[in-house]
């Protein structure tokens, strides 16, 4: 044999022997390439909105999806998704304000598990209007539509099709800075210089 062959075959014996060579006798190591990954959930984080004191002189109306699905007498059609939502320290005015965003998300998002949301109305820092975010994200659940990505709860539980956090921890944590001038109206007629929903 010359010089390649044997180096070939030795290559190939390596291979073979050194994994029965690092094994004890009676002992059993599992192949974690075969081992399906662990699911994981890491906490989630918020995004922070601020006030730039400017004045764009707009607004947003509601979706036009979201007025259509009305009735003759003006009362919202089926929600396609349950939103149960926390409130803590929000005024009434504030309370219906949000409650009528979340009436919106209830007909623009599909999902066959509850939307948990934790809104707290806080004294916050100047300028900052608000911050929202999930409450964690989850990796390699049932469903997972990709393995190497991590999802915000709430989808994770709709890919899933059930609850993947305990019923009683939020998906959803939004603050809402109270020393802010608000607007509450749901009439999208915004005063100048007043921030909205």
């Known amino acids: 044999m010359n010089h390649r062959t044997w180096l070939v075959v030795l290559f190939a014996v390596g291979l073979l022997v050194n994994p029965v060579l690092a094994q004890k006798s009676g002992s ?5 390439l075969v081992a399906s990954p662990l699911s994981l959930s890491i906490s989630g984080s918020k ?15 509601p979706p ?16 396609t998704a349950q939103f149960i939502v ?25 999902s066959s598990v509850p939307i948990r949301i934790q809104a707290n109305w806080v004294a916050d820092e100047p300028n900052l209007l608000g911050s929202a975010g999930p409450t964690s994200y989850r990796y390699n659940f049932d469903g997972a539509q990709k393995a190497t990505a991590f999802y915000p709860i ?6 899933a099709h059930r609850e993947l956090n ?3 921890e939020a ?4 603050d809402f800075n109270r020393n ?7 009439d999208g007629l915004t005063p100048r210089a007043r921030p909205t929903w």
């Open 166 to 168: 305990s019923p009683a």
């Open 28 to 32: 059993y190591t599992p192949n974690l």
């Open 64 to 79: 036009a999806i979201f007025l259509n699905k009305r009735n003759s007498s003006g009362r919202l059609m089926a929600p």
């Open 47 to 61: 995004i922070k909105y601020y006030s730039d004191e400017r004045n764009a002189f707009t607004n947003v109306p």
């Open 154 to 159: 709430a989808l994770a539980e709709k890919i």
């Open 171 to 174: 998906d959803i944590i939004a």
């Open 180 to 186: 802010n001038d608000w607007y509450f109206g749901t």
């Open 86 to 110: 926390t409130y803590t320290n929000f005024t009434p005015q504030a309370q219906k304000a949000f409650q009528y965003a979340v009436d919106i998300w209830s007909t623009l998002i599909v």
